[in-house]
């Protein structure tokens, strides 16, 4: 049973930083794309930065230059490093991975992350 668990999401003023954890159980994330996805209040679920299975990474206009998407092959895990945190990046973050095709492609739970003085 593969599992995804998001954790790091939080409360922090514009300008600051959060890290971003999604620890994958039950396969090798290391040999998937990942991606972590964002989803404000009344908006479209959106793409925010990918990693594929070979390190590529692609980012959303919005959020390049800020964030880092990365992974840790030994904890399984990818991380989204957020840095100059602008209020508009308050949404609940998703992450998602995919070992090829729609019968492989699975979702954390979500994590909240609000951006506010």
């Known amino acids: 049973q593969v599992q995804l668990v998001e954790s790091g999401g939080g409360l922090v003023q514009p300008g600051g930083s959060l890290r971003l954890s999604c620890s994958a159980a039950g396969t090798r994330i290391s040999v998937a794309t990942t991606g972590w996805y964002r989803q404000a209040p009344g908006k479209a679920r959106e793409l925010v930065a990918s990693?594929?299975?070979?390190?590529?990474?692609n980012y959303a206009d919005s959020v390049q230059g800020r964030f880092t998407i990365s992974r840790d092959s030994a904890e399984n895990t990818v991380y989204l490093q957020m840095n100059s945190l602008k209020p508009e990046d308050t949404a609940d973050y998703y992450c998602?991975?995919?070992?090829?095709?729609?019968?492989?492609?699975?979702w954390g739970q979500g994590t909240q992350v609000t951006v506010s003085s």
């Open positions: 990693i594929t299975s070979s390190g590529r990474t």
């Open positions: 998602n991975a995919n070992w090829g095709g729609p019968d492989y492609d699975y």
